[in-house]
């Protein structure tokens, strides 16, 4: 993501699977991937256009911020 973050690991959870939920999130929210949902929903035409998914749930939890 172009970025330093830092992260807190639940308990059960291992770096490798939080260094993939981030490669997962960075692959649906780039706004350099033409492929990712991001792209695509920027790339659209249409006044309204639904969105679901990871890109949905960060735009939620983005809003709700």
């Known amino acids: 993501m ?3 973050i830092e ?3 639940e308990p059960k959870m291992d ?3 939080l260094v ?3 490669e997962i999130v ?3 929210c780039s706004r350099f991937r033409p492929d990712s949902a991001l792209s695509k929903l ?3 035409p249409e006044p309204t256009v639904r969105v679901g998914g990871i890109l ?3 735009l939620k939890a ?3 911020a």
Do not use: M
Request: net charge negative; no cysteine; charged share 20%.
């Open 7 to 9: 992260a807190w690991l």
């Open 20 to 22: 993939k939920w981030f």
């Open 26 to 28: 960075e692959a649906a």
């Open 2 to 4: 172009g970025t330093t």
């Open 42 to 44: 920027n790339n659209n």
């Open 62 to 64: 983005a809003y709700e």
């Open 15 to 17: 770096i490798d699977s």
């Open 56 to 58: 949905g749930e960060v």
